[in-house]
């Protein structure tokens, strides 16, 4: 399997980006599929986007139109570009390589979206 760290989360104020980024130990080349996750206390972890090996992507409901994710294979790096954010957006985000039941998960990474 392979290890994920992720970074780039933060506090900003609601209308802020930020861009978090998923570095992978060993190539995500031959990983379908890479996916963000968040997670609030009390709740369930969520979709927030995912991505293929062959570029096709999958947003949650709330955060279409403004969250895009993306892939570097050379780089063995996923990203999650966020703009206008929104206090409901604050989670732990989590990064996801190879699905949700055998995959990896990073430590996450905590984004707070507060003024």
């Known amino acids: 399997q392979v290890h994920l760290v992720e970074s780039g989360g933060g506090l900003v104020q609601p209308g802020g980006s930020l861009r978090l980024s998923c570095a992978a130990r060993?190539?995500?080349?031959?990983?379908?599929?890479m996916g963000w996750y968040r997670q609030v206390p009390g709740q369930q972890r969520q979709l927030v986007a995912s991505?293929?090996?062959?570029?096709?992507?999958n947003y949650g409901d709330s955060v279409k139109g403004r969250f895009t994710i993306s892939r570097d294979n050379a780089k063995s790096t996923v990203y999650l570009q966020m703009n206008s954010l929104r206090p409901e957006d604050t989670a732990v985000y989590y990064c996801?390589?190879?699905?949700?039941?055998?995959?990896?998960w990073g430590q996450g990474t905590q984004v707070t979206v507060s003024s």
């Open positions: 060993g190539s995500i080349f031959s990983i379908d599929v």
């Open positions: 996801n390589a190879g699905g949700v039941v055998f995959g990896a």
């Open positions: 991505i293929t090996r062959g570029g096709g992507t």
